[in-house]
């Protein structure tokens, strides 16, 4: 204790200032924040859904429609490829979640099945012949194709994965900070936003496929007859919102989708000065439009939004710069949405809100007030216990060092920017009931020294490193149980966890060092005959 290293007193030192100065922003008023210098830290705790309010969606994945969706692809593959082979077929179709097709010749079938075998599907380890489609051949000339198990459930969790990232893009551009977003169970979301006012246009937003495709009008039939039902093969009748008809035969397929597109942007016509959205592509995506509209020119081409055209206009000359502008009947805030989607991405498969629900910011405010007064309480409880039971001094010591815990715990929150939740703060109240136990192993030892008639210094060196093995092994198996809950918890229990991991480290630095450094202090500077808590 004599002999303090001078490391130990820099580590505490440094602690106290680190915690003083990330600690702050969270009490100085937003306009005294402001006018602080760049270089000062300014980061905030971050309010949880149950403190500052906000909105809460269970969103399901229809993995369902991405597998029709996969058939229908598979159905215009089979197409193509028979059409460029000069295979004639008949009764191309999809059923029972398989895609048939009869072939015209029985001495073509053998060779359709293998043209279909080697350009069909993709690689798949482990699938029926090494990929994810089986192909088989029955009576009267017929082809059966259809996707295996392990490619269905393999394509359905990663529907998922993906949509999990593309509402975590979508949620950033809105400049919602720091939303939770979260797996739960096979295909559902769950998707909590603090501070969102608007729940339905958070809602629209998350919610919409975005898929965006350019596609060109089927022109070889009167639009009359496709109405009736005479819809040309590899085409398709989708609704329109162009306004000069209210559907338009388009050519099933795409042109450019909105994969490759690098960017979108709302802004406004030049000559009409109406909300429009300005997009970018890639090199890919250029040279194919590029390609589409040299080849098109006086042709219509339609932009497809989710199966909708938003618009179809007449290729007046090639659009060889790799960028444009998609017109409709936006405002300014629907043009910006719709940038925000196409920048994001698409949906791997469509959005279900299976659950809605609002959080008030007063229900908030009041769970925050709740917070501070069970923390006060809480902090004033362990006060006067440990004034009662070791003193003015030893005790005050020990709620220094508790005063100091609490400040690296929302310093390390707001440095890490960490979400703090209602769970959270019970963690918090629970690191500081918990942190004094270190402070009580510690005190009891040197009771029991000084009882066994060592000497004061004694007492207290054999009071720090007799009872280290036991707040070591106490606070690993805390630290572990909290890591376990992080790690297979979800929403309230992570932030309950993640508050309770901080804090049992904080709270063993603050209970051993701070306590230690302090106590060394005060032995030099009054050279005690007895310890004043025996």
Sequence with gaps: MLNLSRWKVIAVVLSVIFGVVFTLPNVLPQKTLDSLPGFVPKQRLNLGLDLQGGSYLLLEVDT????????????????????????????????????????T?????SVAARALRNSVGAPLAGAPGGRDI???????????????????NAEASRAVEQSIEIIRRRIDELGTREPTILRQGVNRVVVQAPGESDPERLKNVIGQTAKLTFQMVDESVPLQEALAGRVPPGSELLPSEDGASPALLVRRRSLVTGEMLTDAQQSFDQQTGQAVVTFRFNSQGARRFGDATAQNIGKRFAIVLDGKVISAPVIQTAITGGSGQITGNFTPESANDLAVLLRAGALPAPLTVEEQKTVGAELGADAVKAGQVSTGVGFAAILVFMLLAYGGLFGGISVIALLVNGLLIVAVMSVTQATLTLPGIAGLILTLAVAVDANVLIYERMRDEIRAGRSVIASMEAGFSRAMSTIIDANVTTILAALIMFQFG??????????????VVTSVFAAVLVTQVLL???YRAARPKTLPIV
Aim: charged share 25%.
């Design 105 to 109: 010749d029985p001495a073509q079938v």
């Design 490 to 503: 979800s929403g309230p229990v992570r932030g309950f966890a993640w508050t309770l991991s901080i804090g």
């Design 520 to 522: 060394a202090w005060w």
């Design 134 to 152: 089986t192909i088989s051949t029955g009576d009267d000339q017929r082809i059966r194709l259809a996707f295996v198990q392990e490619a269905i």
């Design 64 to 103: 369902q429609a991405l597998r029709a969706e996969r058939l229908t692809n598979l159905v215009e593959d089979v197409r193509t490829l028979l059409r460029e082979q000069d295979i004639a077929f008949t009764e191309l179709r999809q059923a029972n979640g398989e895609v048939g097709v009869r072939i």
